[in-house]
């Protein structure tokens, strides 16, 4: 599915992302975790475009985007979620989702101007599509209301239903269940596993929230100074050594 | 309250508008007050520029005064010294303004946010500085005379005020409902998820460099139109017109009014240019009036007038209305409501 190469990437003389090679598989939830300033967002980033890798290769089903800017990664089915997502305060949750589908359409300033039938038909595609991602998330009921008056929880999962209009094959999270409550950490989890098991999607996360990633993930890549120290089984991880020096508390943390 | 303020979200409302607006030269007291409106009405559709770039696409555009005296002088100096008639000047004022803005565009929109705003300040300011300082094509601080007032076809003389008037609220209407359009088509959501930020944007598959290009060049085109007929009003510009200030009285206007909503240009640079005219009396000491009012009004309607009345109104129906009906209304979108019942 999303094969990555030696990638290294460098800032000035920093490696924040150093020879990591790793492939996702198809269908599965992937979690990478390590310290802070272990390069993950760094690597989210050099997948989905926003950053080109200074070395290495990254293959979409085959399909070479090491070079590719991020909106045409995103064309070819890679969504993502930011850690923080800026929203339209002012415009309702559904407001804010039809625009996800934008990718999927064609229509410019002509068809503004005429109001062709191709805005109209893509305008009600982008409007259900929006729609189905909202029921997907389970948010139906707060789609008429403005974002400035939904809840923290809410607007995390508009953010998972913004990445799901776009029509991805592969998602990219980033700390999804920061900064939410342990009973909504676990209706994210199981949103998780929903969009694997009923939309067929592979999922990428980056968590900090060690009981969730255990119980949910398929497989863990642990990343630390850029590095790639670790990878496997939530049951390898756990026991690995290496990863539990990184923790720096051993046994405790890398487990608990 | 609600019940009175609702029927101005009904399309009845923007019709009373317009109607008001037709009737006002009949009503007005003198030919002097239909002049304030017209002027009004053409800085309007400069400010309906501005939101466009600034208040959907969330680039503070700084040259936008400047792309309004480019339309001016093109007009000007096609008509006074090329002997053109007002028309083909007056396309080729908006396809100046277009290619200009194009050109600026795609260097100046390679910058974000603060960069891109002092850029476009100097962009501004070196316009001013090419007409004034450019005698040979511009005539420099002299000005330019006798610019040619638009043909009426033998219907109807533009050089009278009343004819004017109407010619301009005929481009206005025009320019509020391409507003309208474009706001809740899938492009002016493509400018507002830019605005929401550019990374989040590129993660949708939005190409920012052209969407913002197309923003930019729209937006210098409405300039490039109100300078236009501006200079067909006046018949006599200087380089003031390419004045940095002109640009902030805009962004006034437009916060004024409501930054990124649809009837918010009208409404700010309507009100703002008559409570400017009501004060005269006080010569200089109006700002004494004027500041404090400007503060009041940030600090209590950060979203312009207008803004803070869609807020106001949403919260307002989604708690009155029935759970029957609320479960309908949420299908219904705030952006559309304002849509239908402004544009």
């Known amino acids: 599915m999303l094969k990555v190469e030696n990638v290294t990437k460098m800032f000035g003389g920093l490696a924040a992302v150093s020879d990591v090679s790793v492939e996702f598989e198809a269908g599965r939830i992937n979690a990478i975790i390590g310290p802070n300033g272990a390069g993950k967002s760094t690597f989210f980033n050099l997948i989905s475009g926003l950053h080109q890798p200074t070395s290495g290769r990254i293959l979409l089903d085959g399909v070479d985007v090491t070079s590719l800017p991020s909106d045409q990664v995103a064309r070819l089915g890679v969504g993502r979620t930011f850690q923080t997502t800026n929203l339209f305060e002012q415009a309702t949750v559904l407001d804010n989702l039809i625009v996800g589908h934008r990718l999927r359409t064609k229509s410019g300033l002509w068809d503004v101007l005429i109001n062709s039938k191709r805005l109209q038909r893509e305008e009600k595609a982008a409007r259900d599509k929006a729609m189905e991602a909202l029921e997907f998330v389970g948010l139906t009921s707060v789609a008429g209301q403005l974002i400035t008056d939904i809840t923290q929880e809410e607007r995390k999962r508009v953010a998972f239903a913004l990445a799901l209009a776009t029509d991805p094959k592969i998602v990219l999270l980033d700390e999804p269940a920061a900064g939410v409550n342990p009973e909504e950490t676990v209706g994210f989890a199981a949103l998780m596993r929903k969009m694997v098991d009923e939309k067929g999607l592979t999922v990428c996360l980056i968590e900090h929230k060690m009981d969730m990633i255990m119980s949910l993930a398929d497989k863990i890549m642990v990343l630390d100074h850029g590095e790639k120290i670790a990878e496997g089984t939530p049951e390898e991880v756990r026991n690995n050594p290496v990863v539990i020096e990184a923790y720096l508390g051993g046994d405790e943390d890398a487990a608990a | ?343």
């Open chain 2, 1 to 343: 309250m609600f019940k009175v303020a609702s029927l101005l979200m009904t399309p009845a409302a923007k019709y009373l508008m317009l109607a008001f607006a037709i009737l006002f030269p009949l009503v007005a007291a003198n030919e002097y007050q239909v002049y304030v409106m017209a002027t009004a009405f053409v800085w309007a559709i400069a400010v309906y520029g501005l939101n466009i770039i600034t208040g959907f696409c969330g680039q503070l555009n700084l040259a936008h005064g400047g792309f309004f005296a480019i339309g001016a002088y093109t007009l000007g100096l096609l008509t006074a010294d090329y002997g053109w008639s007002f028309w083909p000047a007056f396309l080729g004022a908006l396809v100046m303004t277009a290619v200009l803005g194009f050109l600026v565009g795609i260097v100046s929109l390679r910058l974000k946010e603060h960069y891109f705003a002092i850029f476009t300040l100097c962009v501004g300011f070196i316009i001013y500085l090419l007409i004034d300082k450019w005698e040979e094509l511009t005539h420099g601080a002299i000005g330019v005379r006798d610019i040619a007032a638009p043909y009426g076809f033998g219907l109807v003389d533009f050089t009278d005020t009343t004819p004017f008037y109407y010619l301009v609220l005929a481009f206005l209407v025009f320019a509020i409902w391409f507003m309208g359009r474009l706001s809740k088509s899938l492009l002016g959501r493509t400018f507002i998820a830019i605005r929401n930020g550019d990374e989040l944007a590129q993660s949708l598959g939005i190409n920012l460099m052209r969407n913002k290009v197309l923003a930019f060049v729209l937006s210098t085109t409405y300039a490039g139109l109100a300078g236009a007929l501006y200079a067909g009003m006046v018949r006599f510009i200087g380089p003031e017109e390419a004045n940095i200030n002109h640009t902030f009285d805009m962004i006034t206007y437009l916060l004024v009014g409501g930054i990124g909503t649809i009837m918010g240009p009208l409404l700010g640079t309507v009100g703002i240019v008559w409570i400017t005219q009501s004060l005269q009396f006080l010569e200089e000491y109006r700002m004494i009036i004027f500041g404090p009012l400007l503060v009041l009004l940030v600090i209590f309607f950060p979203r312009g007038i207008t803004g803070s009345f869609l807020t106001w109104m949403h919260r307002k129906s989604q708690a009155l209305a029935p759970t029957k009906k609320r479960q309908e209304n949420k299908v219904k979108t705030a952006q559309n409501r304002e849509a239908e019942s402004n544009a």
